[in-house]
């Protein structure tokens, strides 16, 4: 069994930067793909940056070049570093994880949350003009 809990959730300025993280449980299971997702009030969960176990990455349109998904030096711990933050940015913010390796199209990683059995409880990021 997986429980995942993210942390670093916080009210900042347009412009301003956070880290938020990610830490799962230890299981008998190796490989897992682990994302970010986010959901803003009246709006659909949608993926925000996606790892593989092999380190491979893709990203939102709306956020590339802005932030950065990162692995830490144990087993299911996740980071995502936020930069030139907006108020579209305001969501509560979800780290996933499924087993194995990360799903794929055409080469690409996908960003679906179809692909993530796993679930944290999020955690409240808001941006101020």
């Known amino acids: 069994q997986v429980w995942l809990a993210e942390s670093g959730g916080g009210s900042v300025r347009a412009g301003g930067s956070l880290n938020l993280s990610c830490k799962g449980s230890?299981?008998?299971?190796?490989?897992?793909?682990m994302a970010w997702f986010r959901q803003a009030p009246g709006k659909e969960r949608e993926g925000v940056a996606v790892?593989?176990?092999?380190?491979?990455?893709r990203y939102a349109d709306s956020v590339m070049g802005r932030f950065t998904i990162s692995r830490g030096n144990v087993e299911k711990t996740l980071f995502l570093e936020m930069n030139s933050l907006t108020p579209e940015d305001t969501a509560v913010y979800y780290c996933?994880?499924?087993?194995?390796?990360?799903?794929?199209?055409?080469?690409?990683?996908?960003?679906?949350?179809?692909?993530?059995?796993?679930w944290g409880q999020g955690t409240q990021v808001t941006v101020s003009s």
């Open positions: 996933a994880a499924d087993s194995g390796l990360c799903s794929r199209a055409r080469g690409r990683l996908t960003l679906s949350r179809a692909s993530f059995a796993y």
């Open positions: 230890e299981t008998t299971r190796s490989g897992f793909c």
């Open positions: 790892i593989d176990d092999d380190g491979s990455t």
